[in-house]
């Protein structure tokens, strides 16, 4: 398998809530709900960097999709991490995070590693660290 994942897919209860929480509380670049004209079809996706994209789908859609039972969201099953370049933006977004909606589950702190980070989980529970790791600094914008 060639590293070519394009799309990370998140389970939601409530699309227009999670298209709130991510399109006007965090921030992230939309054109909205799609695909509504097919059963089970509607979903958003939200531009992230080098072409990566974030979807929201309802969960049950997600389930039937996947022949899967649904269940709910299990926060310390997987984190998705947000680096940042500079230390401060890492309690700035948390501060929009927490501004939008989330719950902050750990407040920044330093690492171990010599960083710093902290968790919060959007309105589903999916767990989010917001991170500057100054030995893996993302790509300048």
């Known amino acids: ?5 394009s799309v990370l897919t998140l389970g939601v209860a409530h699309l227009e809530r999670s298209l709130a929480f991510y399109r006007d509380g965090l921030k992230l670049p939309t054109q909205g709900i799609v695909g509504r004209e097919f059963a089970h079809g509607a ?10 994209k974030l979807a929201i789908w309802a969960q049950d859609d997600l389930a039937h999709d996947s022949g899967l039972t649904k269940a709910p969201a299990r926060s310390a099953s997987f984190s998705i991490g947000h680096n940042v370049s500079h230390r401060r933006e890492v309690d700035e977004v948390m501060e929009q995070a927490r501004l939008a909606g989330a719950d902050i589950v750990k407040p920044a702190e330093e690492t171990f590693y010599g960083g710093y980070a902290g968790y919060f989980t959007d309105p589903d529970g999916h767990l989010w660290e917001v991170v500057w790791n100054p030995a893996n600094l993302p790509p300048q914008d």
């Open 43 to 52: 979903v958003a996706f939200f531009d992230l960097s080098s072409g990566v």
């Open 1 to 5: 398998m060639k590293p070519r994942i």
